[in-house]
């Protein structure tokens, strides 16, 4: 059986340390073109396979960061099983307009950052939906730190988990906790957003379709329309005038209610995107106009609401910088525990499109 081969040949056969053959392999980054190509050279030459355990061992490291997402794909009772076909072409109806891709747009852009990030640190993302307690025996024995959405993980169980590796919570204010937070301006996009109604379109009736309730993202935006009307000298609601459940298929079912109530006011300013473009699609069923009858608008800043027609006006958060930014946090933490507690908050911007009544 012919030898095989080690790291050392690796570096004997691309003339570099061993050091370096492990810095290719964990921080391509931070290794010159020339060099990596040299090493990755040797590696097919030789067939050479890493050894991902002994690598662990030795940095006493997993190699992999933990990312713990809430239950947003609609799994109820476990997934129905995988059914194939003779190879036979099936006709299928389209699904009823209620019936959406289930996913959560705005999770899936923050983990798609992680993915990057953690990539050029040559570390490894292990994904769990949140769906139990469960969680801390699947994930966190088997990663070097966690991150997590805010909410997701029982306070008692993030505080456990905390005490062995470092967690990052995305979203939310801290709350007297030791976690690293990384979060988004809300207050001040959506502010600028419900200033910008009043102020450009001259709209002082104007309605906040939440998420939610306990979802801290939704709590700091209408905490934004409260302050934006208090700034225009309008008496502000003490609650949203609806909430969902920020999916495109319940503002569809929020925004006929709204007509059928009669109740629909000169400018809905939403909670999410999701939800706007759901409520963009009811109203424009029933025949009203948007933006000539009633004004709508997100936040988020999705794919979707380019697309949208009319586009959606919108705050765009950095979503996909928002996942990044929290892996970053994590490895400081890492490589320093000492550090004080960390809060990082990206900025956000108003993108003003047609729905609003901008570039009609």
Not at 325 to 331: C, E, K, N, P, S
Request: with cysteine; hydrophobic share 40%.
């Amino acid at each position: 059986m012919p030898k095989t081969p080690t790291v050392y040949d690796v570096a004997d056969l691309a003339g570099v340390s061993i050091a370096t053959v492990s810095r290719v392999f964990r921080k391509p980054h931070k290794v010159s073109q020339a060099t990596k190509d040299r090493v990755d050279a040797a590696v097919l030459n030789l067939g050479y396979v890493p050894s991902g355990s002994a690598r662990s061992l030795a940095a006493r490291r997993a190699g992999a960061i933990g990312l713990c997402f809430p239950d947003f794909d609609g799994i109820d009772g476990g997934p129905a099983p995988v059914v194939y076909t003779d190879g036979r072409v099936i006709e299928q109806f389209d699904p009823p307009e209620d019936v959406e891709p289930s996913g959560d747009l705005y999770l899936s852009e923050v983990m798609l950052g992680t993915e990057i990030e953690a990539w050029r640190h040559g570390m490894a993302v292990t994904i769990a939906v949140a769906r139990g307690n469960e969680i801390f025996d699947n994930l966190a024995g088997r990663v070097d730190g966690m991150i997590t959405l805010s909410r997701t993980v029982p306070e008692r169980l993030l505080a456990h988990i905390a005490r062995n590796i470092p967690v990052v919570v995305i979203a939310g204010t801290r709350a007297g906790d030791d976690y690293d937070h990384i979060g988004t301006d809300n207050v001040a996009g959506m502010q600028a957003m419900t200033q910008h109604i009043v102020d450009a379109h001259g709209v002082r009736d104007l309605a906040f379709v939440g998420g939610p309730a306990d979802s801290p993202d939704d709590h700091d935006r209408f905490e934004g329309f409260r302050m934006g009307l208090q700034a225009e000298g309008i008496e502000p609601p003490s609650e949203p005038l609806l909430r969902g459940d920020f999916t495109r298929s319940h503002g569809r079912m929020l925004g006929r209610r709204l007509v059928e109530a009669g109740q629909v006011p000169r400018a809905l300013v939403c909670s999410n995107d999701q939800t706007a473009l759901g409520i963009l699609d009811a109203l424009l069923a029933t025949g009203l106009r948007v933006p000539e009858d009633v004004i709508v608008t997100g936040f988020d800043g999705i794919d979707a609401s380019q697309t949208s027609r009319p586009r959606l006006t919108t705050v765009r958060q950095p979503m996909r910088e928002l996942g990044r930014a929290a892996v970053d946090t994590l490895l400081r933490r890492l490589g320093d525990p000492l550090l004080p507690p960390q809060t990082g908050t990206l900025p956000v911007t108003v993108l003003l499109r047609e729905s609003c009544g901008c570039l009609a």
